[in-house]
Each structure stands twice: as C-alpha cells, then as structure tokens.
Nanobody, 121 residues
Framework: QVQLVESGGGLVQPGGSLRLSCAAS????????MGWYRRAPGKQRDLVAR???????DYADSVKGRFTISRDNAKNTVYLQMNSLKPEDTAVYYC???????????????WGQGTQVTVSS
C-alpha cells in the first residue's frame, strides 16, 4: 500500500502565498519524479510543476517565476511554494509520484486525494 498525503491548502488573498506539502508513505523502494497538478472548476487536470530525483524541474508557463517545487528525498516529500497567487490559481491541487514498490518491479503513478486552494479577496 502506498499513500500520498497532501497538506497546506486553503483560502488566501490575491498576492498572498501558500506552501503545499505531500508525503509519500507505505511500501516504497524508490521514487522517480514527483509533481503537482491542478484541476480548476470545469477544466481538465494540468501539470503545475514536477521535479526529478536529481532536482531537475519543469513548470507550467502560467506559474513560472511565482511557484517553486522542491523535494526532500530522505522524507519522500515534495513541496510547492506558491507566491504572488492569482484568482486563476484557484483549483484542487493533486500530488503525483512515480513509485517503485519493490526492487525490479515497474514504476507506477500514484496520486494524492487533492487539496483545495482558493485565491479570493
């Protein structure tokens, strides 16, 4: 069993900041890429940012310069620091991790339950 548990969402005013965290736990041998996706009302789920084990990052154009993704490999945890938040950042944010549960087995995608981020005055 593998679980991804997110925290840190909430309501914030435009221009404010939030930090999301996601910890992976359970039967884990190795974690490859970790990332954050979001689904705004009436839209599909889109990539926000992702980070490899080695620290290489990839961001959606809409968040470049405002959001920063990082990870702590020892804690199997990924973070998303969100600054200068805008109303259009309002969405449910989902954590994703590509995980190998046992040595030699395939890697699979795992998802968190989602955390709501609302940017409004």
């Amino acid at each position: 069993q593998v679980q991804l548990v997110e925290s840190g969402g909430g309501l914030v005013q435009p221009g404010g900041s939030l930090r999301l965290s996601c910890a992976a736990s359970g039967s884990i041998n190795s974690i490859n890429t970790m990332g954050w996706y979001r689904r705004a009302p009436g839209k599909q789920r889109d990539l926000v940012a992702r980070i490899t084990t080695g620290g290489s990052t990839d961001y959606a154009d809409s968040v470049k310069g405002r959001f920063t993704i990082s990870r702590d490999n020892a804690k199997n945890t990924v973070y998303l620091q969100m600054n200068s938040l805008k109303p259009e950042d309002t969405a449910v944010y989902y954590c994703n991790a590509v995980i190998q549960r046992a040595w030699g087995s395939p890697y699979y995608d795992y998802w968190g339950q989602g955390t709501q981020v609302t940017v409004s005055s």
